[in-house]
């Protein structure tokens, strides 16, 4: 039987699932940010307290199911992993999006008169230097270790047990899936907000705005694979590991952030008018 992608949540669950997911993450963040701007001194070093931090979702999910639905409830949550005849289609939508995405608006960008990105070197070269023996060795060679990583102990895992694998089908059941997925995706933004405060962080600088709504969209993609694919979590680490390692590994040329924002929404809201605001899925996709 396909796991149920609407689950009506227990009282004060949800709310009790985000606070803690705050907690947990804000623990290490807030010093971090702190640290990086000289005010405390911390002992963790940044990767660690990114690490750790990202972590919040996953440890926020096991801990509410634990108390709210016991056993049984866990046993549901982590056996959405095990979902994994869902159609291809799927799989490929999510390895592949975050490509078609980031080529298209570096296409655009040079198309606006900025400068052919150098597809040879890739952000992950400068960001991570190899050591001198390994010097030879192409960047790209490291693209599979570095994925599977991100996938099972980076942000990939450490998120997306809380996001799409508690808290989703519980906000769908009150609010439908586009209202829920609209407002997870605030959820989602304002949880990042201390790294937007750690000197350093590459979302430091940023316009928080533009983040909030571009996390918006992305949360609506989110979903409609979700919907999709019996609520399996498969397709929604698969798509998060692919967001994070296309921006190190495929260099681009950033065009202005309203095209950014556009091409986002455009495919977002694609989505929307084709399955519906309501369900965002074919009907056969629903439980």
Do not use: C
């Not at 801990?63 to 799989?91: A, D, M």
């Not at 980031?102 to 070269?125: C, E, H, N, R, Y």
């Not at 694998?165 to 605030?186: H, I, K, W």
């Amino acid at each position: 039987m396909p796991a149920p992608i609407f689950i009506p949540p227990k009282q004060r669950s949800l709310i009790f699932f985000f606070n803690l997911t705050v907690a947990i993450s804000w623990a290490f963040w807030v010093p971090a940010a702190l640290a990086s701007q000289g005010r405390i001194s911390f002992p963790l070093p940044s990767a660690l307290s990114t690490l750790a931090g990202v972590s919040g979702p996953f440890v926020a999910a096991v801990i509410t199911v634990t108390r709210y639905e016991g056993r049984l409830g866990l046993k549901q949550l982590f056996g959405r992993l095990l979902i994994w005849r869902v159609g291809i289609q799927w799989y490929l939508f999510a390895l592949l999006w975050p490509v078609v995405f980031s080529l298209a608006k570096t296409g655009i960008a040079v198309w606006m008169g900025g400068a052919a990105p150098d597809f040879s070197q890739p952000p992950f070269a400068s960001l991570y230097p190899l050591p001198p023996e390994l010097s030879n060795v192409s960047p790209f060679l490291l693209l599979p270790f570095v994925f599977l990583q991100q996938t099972l102990i980076g942000s990939s895992m450490g998120e997306e047990i809380g996001w799409r694998g508690y808290a989703l089908p519980r906000m769908q059941a009150q609010e439908g899936a586009f209202r829920a997925s609209v407002l997870l995706g605030v959820i989602w933004a304002v949880w990042h907000l201390p790294l937007w405060l750690t000197k350093g962080h590459p979302m430091q600088g940023t316009f928080f705005g533009w983040t909030l709504l571009g996390l918006m969209a992305t949360s609506v993609l989110f979903t409609w694979v979700y919907n999709n694919t019996q609520g399996s979590l498969l397709p929604a680490l698969l798509f998060h590991s692919s967001i994070a390692i296309t921006g190190l590994f495929l260099s681009s040329t950033a065009p202005p952030v309203l095209v950014d924002l556009a091409l986002n929404w455009a495919m977002a809201l694609l989505v929307i008018v084709v399955f519906g605001p309501k369900r965002l899925s074919r009907p056969e996709g629903i439980a």
